[in-house]
Structures are given as structure tokens and as C-alpha cells.
């Protein structure tokens, strides 16, 4: 599917038309268009009210093209959000039919914010994970016409995000037979201008990462920590560390049945660093970025770590497991600690689906944001306004740090019911030193749940979460 700055000589190739409306007031490509089409008057004998996400359809016989009016509600609540929702909506009603081309009409408030939205949301409202699927879901859309002033340099990079969204959550839906460590290791080779080596469980041993050795000991597949760095090296680095538990079964400590076809998100951290790593790749940015995936299954069988081992990390911080199914702190440790001393980076970014704490805290809307760091913090908070992926700060401080206090090891792994989150964070921190670091946990936003907010641009399964926020972040720089 193809994204084209619409011009009046390509009239002739569109067959539906998306078409903005305020409840109280009527943007002027929209009156324009409405002076031949009069659809805002067909709408109103059909009490349509432009109320937000309502939407008029008609099959306008004299022009032979299916026009589709999108409410977009009070002019002064109109943000771009509200943008993305409703022409995705739109969207997603015409690619089931036969139509191939779309024009698309902005508010025209943000020409800049609406062109580079209307794609992206568009975008993502196409994806379709049909790869295991015998049948496929047709997409007739081939052209997308954008009616806007920018130039296509807009329509060009939201297109790109787009595709390196849809990229990770392509590899976060695989199921965990396919989406295995070495499948991610040979995803990053195949990403121009990246560098890329990786260690094994072998290495893992000689190096001394505890935590990746101990989770992976009973794995079926063999466990990989990737490392690919992109861009000059006389610039200061940006590290992101992505977890990448291909299937969680929670090991010894093994989680209820239910549900647990959904552990094959928790390599979604590992899957968004790799698609932010291709994005800005792709976008060939002036940045120094390391990413690195630590990636295992955690399985029981007779030779799993277990609830009572004493794991060595990477850095010589000792930790007691409690628990086999607080896993993904004990992998990001290593990877954490090993990128900070063997790059030097300016600062670290970690994502992770890590808790059902910050689920239950924030729900599927927010990631949780805790770090060492404030003006970090800050920052990626401006990228997250401008990304729409929504992150809110949560403490750790020491009252946090005591909570996983060992007494029999530096710390243990899990500080029990209370601030399951928070704690979770404490643990990590003591991997980063004086390295400004931010870790989002993203257990609720990094794919579909039963509580997420209906969006057409997020169908079921990953959202891909986290990719542009990263991007958003890496390109203030």
C-alpha cells in the first residue's frame, strides 16, 4: 500500500474519500469538497452530529465514489489522537470492499501533525497477522492519497515508523517455536548498517552472566544475548536493552494455564529494541545507538534454576531467585551491566514487560517509568506527548531498595505483593551505577488485553509499543 501527496490530475483514480467534520464547525478542504459532493447536507437528514468517532457513509452515484464522513467532535477538543482513532475507524471499513484507492481530507489545524498521523494511523490500521493463516484477509487498498501542503518527506518517514511497527509486532506475534532466540539474532543481521555479534550459554558462563545462565539452563532453544550497534562511534552512545523471554513459563515457579498462550509476548521489550534498531537503520539517523537483546525461554525440567539458587551477575552482584517467574529482571541484569561497562554509553533505556504490578497500577494505557535520572526521565516523557505512547513515572527509592534486601545474597529477586513494580525497578538499578538509566515496564501497553482501550489501529495481538517512543527520544538528539 502505497502513501501519495494527492494532487487535482490523480482526481480521476479515487473511488472513497475520508472527509473531517467538527460538531461545530467545517474545515475548509471539507467545504471545498462539499460544494460538489453535498454530503454534509445528506448527512444531516440522517442525523448525523460529527460527534467524535461517528462516522456517515455513502455511495455517491454521481462521482461513483464511496465518501466517508468522520465526526471528529468540538473543534477546541480536537487533538491528534482523536485523528488517529477516527481514521483508522474509517479506514478500516473501506479495505473490506473492493475500493483501491483512498483520498484522505485533513481538519486542517496541524498540517504537519494530521499528514504525518493520518499515515501512520492508516498504516497500522492495515496490519493483518495472517502469516499462519491458510485464508488471507484482503486488503484492496493500493493507493492512499494524502490531501496536504507538506512535502513528502512527512509522508515519507511516518510511513517508515509505520513499517517498523508493524515489523515488531510481526515478531512479537510469532508463536514461540518460530520466534526463538537464534530467529531474532538472524532478524538483526539482516538489518543494513548494523553491527552485530552475540554471545551463547557458553559464553555465558566464561563471562560470568548469572542471570542469562541460570534462566536459560533448561531452555529447548538455545539462548542468545544479541548485541547490534549502529552509527559513528565518535559519538556518545544511547543504549536500549529489550527483554526477550521467547516463551515464559514461569519455570519451576510455573505459572496457571490460562492465559499462558500470551507468554510468547514476553519477548515483546527484545522485539521493540529490534524495530527500533531497523528504524533507525532505515531512516539512516546520526546516532549512535546499542541494542541489546537478552533472549531465552524459561522452562522447568530437572536441570532449571530454582527457587533458592544464588546467582552471579555480570557486574559481581549476588542475587537469590525466590521465585523462577521473576525471570526477566535476571537476564536484563546482565545485559545492563555488560553494555554500560563495554560501551560507555550516555544513557540507558530498558523496556520490558515485567510485571502484572504495573498492569494492575496503571492499567493498558501507561508503561511505567522509574530510573535514576530526571532530566532523562523528562525527556523521554516529551517523547512520549509526541509519540502517543503514554508512560507515567513511578518511585524507587529506598524504601523500595529495602524491600529486596537478601539475606543470604546482595539482593533477591522479588520483594513480594507490594510494589511488585517499583521493586522490580530497584532490582535493575543496581546494574546501572551512576549511568543515567529509565526502565519502562511495559506489560500492559505491549500487546491487546482484555482491558485495552478499543482502537482500530491496535488489532489484537502486539502493538508494537515502544518503537516510537524510542524513535521520538533518539531523534531529539
Not at 402 to 411: E, G, L, M, W, Y
Not at 424 to 441: E, K, M, N
Request: glycine residues 10%; proline residues 4%.
Amino acid at each position: 500500500m502505497e502513501f501519495i501527496k494527492y494532487s487535482e490530475n490523480l482526481s480521476g483514480k479515487v473511488n472513497a474519500v475520508i472527509i473531517p467534520l467538527f460538531e461545530d464547525a467545517v474545515p475548509r478542504e471539507t467545504e471545498r469538497y462539499n460544494r460538489k459532493s453535498k454530503i454534509i447536507e445528506a448527512s444531516r437528514k440522517s442525523k448525523f452530529n460529527a460527534k467524535k468517532g461517528e462516522t456517515f457513509e455513502i455511495y455517491n452515484t454521481g462521482t461513483e465514489i464511496r465518501e466517508v464522513l468522520v465526526g471528529l467532535g468540538k473543534k477546541s477538543d480536537f487533538n491528534l489522537e482523536t485523528l488517529r482513532r477516527t481514521y483508522s475507524s474509517a479506514f478500516i471499513s473501506i479495505k473490506s470492499g473492493t475500493l483501491n484507492a483512498v483520498l484522505v481530507i485533513l481538519p486542517g489545524i496541524d498540517s504537519r501533525g494530521e499528514t504525518k498521523e493520518a499515515v501512520f494511523a492508516i498504516s497500522l490500521a492495515s496490519y493483518d497477522f495472517d502469516k499462519f493463516r491458510g485464508e488471507k484477509k484482503k486488503n484492496a487498498v493500493e493507493n492512499v492519497f494524502i490531501l496536504t501542503k507538506e512535502n513528502d518527506s512527512i509522508i515519507h518517514e511516518a510511513k517508515t515508523i509505520a513499517n517498523a511497527v508493524n515489523y515488531t509486532r510481526d515478531i512479537a506475534n510469532l508463536p514461540p517455536s518460530v520466534g526463538t532466540p537464534t530467529y531474532f539474532e538472524k532478524e538483526a543481521r539482516k538489518i543494513p548498517r548494523l553491527e552485530v555479534s552475540s554471545f551463547d550459554r557458553k559464553d555465558f558462563v566464561k563471562l560470568g552472566m548469572g542471570g542469562l545462565e541460570g534462566v536459560s539452563r533448561a531452555a529447548h532453544e538455545s539462548a542468545r544475548l544479541v548485541i547490534m550497534e549502529y552509527g559513528p562511534k565518535k559519538l556518545k552512545s544511547t543504549l536500549i536493552v529489550g527483554k526477550g523471554i521467547t516463551f515464559d513459563s514461569g519455570g519451576i515457579s510455573i505459572k496457571p494455564s490460562e492465559g499462558m498462550e500470551e507468554m510468547k509476548f514476553d519477548k515483546c521489550g527484545a522485539s521493540a529494541v529490534l524495530g527500533t534498531m531497523k528504524l533507525i537503520s532505515d531512516m539512516k539517523m546520526n546516532v549512535h545507538v546499542i541494542g541489546i537483546m537478552p533472549l531465552t525461554e524459561n522452562l522447568p525440567g530437572g536441570n532449571a534454576y530454582k527457587p533458592g539458587d544464588i546467582l552471579v551477575h555480570y557486574n559481581g552482584v549476588t542475587s537469590e531467585v525466590l521465585s523462577t517467574d521473576a525471570e526477566g529482571r535476571l537476564v536484563l541484569a546482565d545485559a545492563l551491566s555488560y553494555g554500560i561497562k563495554n560501551y560507555n554509553p550516555g544513557e540507558v533505556i530498558d523496556q520490558a514487560t515485567l510485571t502484572g504490578a504495573c498492569v494492575v497500577a496503571l492499567g493498558n494505557n501507561y508503561a511505567g517509568m522509574m530510573g535514576n535520572d530526571d532530566a532523562l526521565r523528562e525527556r523521554i516523557r516529551k517523547a512520549s506527548e509526541q509519540s502517543w505512547e503514554k508512560v507515567w513515572d513511578l518511585p524507587i527509592d529506598d524504601d523500595f531498595q529495602d524491600q529486596i534486601k537478601s539475606k543470604v545474597a546482595d539482593i533477591k529477586n522479588t520483594g513480594g505483593r507490594e510494589g511488585g513494580a517499583e521493586t522490580a525497578a530497584a532490582f535493575l538499578s543496581r546494574f546501572v551505577g551512576r549511568t543515567p538509566w529509565v526502565h519502562l515496564d511495559i506489560a500492559g501497553t505491549a500487546w491487546t488485553q482484555k482491558n485495552t482501550p478499543k482502537r482500530a489501529y491496535l488489532p489484537p495481538g502486539a502493538t508494537g509499543y515502544g518503537v516510537r517512543l524510542l524513535y521520538e527520544y533518539i531523534k531529539q538528539k
